[in-house]
Nanobody
Framework: QVQLVESGGGLVQAGGSLRLSCAVS????????MGWYRQAPGKQRELVAG???????NYADSVKGRFTISRDNAKNTVSLQMNSLKPEDTAVYYC????????WGWGQGTQVTVSS
């Protein structure tokens, strides 16, 4: 059974930064792609950043140039550095494997709130 534990969220002013971290257990982490998702109130969950097992990254247009995803295969963690935060980035952030997200299930997420 895979466990996903997100942390690092908080309240920050617009223009500020946060770094999210996700610890993954119960899978062979290094061979799996990973992603960061977010869900704002009343909206569907969306994938905002992804990273392959080889380290290639991709981003949603809304966060490109501001967010950076990275992974540490030795520690089974994936991180999201978020800079130049905007109020519209306010959401609960989750990590998961884009290929098998529903099979893995979802962690509790971490709340990010950006004040204007």
């Amino acid at each position: 059974q895979v466990q996903l534990v997100e942390s690092g969220g908080g309240l920050v002013q617009a223009g500020g930064s946060l770094r999210l971290s996700c610890a993954v257990s119960g899978s062979i982490f290094a061979i799996n792609p990973m992603g960061w998702y977010r869900q704002a109130p009343g909206k569907q969950r969306e994938l905002v950043a992804g990273i392959t097992s080889g380290g290639s990254t991709n981003y949603a247009d809304s966060v490109k140039g501001r967010f950076t995803i990275s992974r540490d295969n030795a520690k089974n963690t994936v991180s999201l550095q978020m800079n130049s935060l905007k109020p519209e980035d306010t959401a609960v952030y989750y990590c998961n494997n884009p290929r098998v997200a529903e099979r893995w299930g979802w962690g509790q997420g971490t709340q990010v709130t950006v004040s204007s």
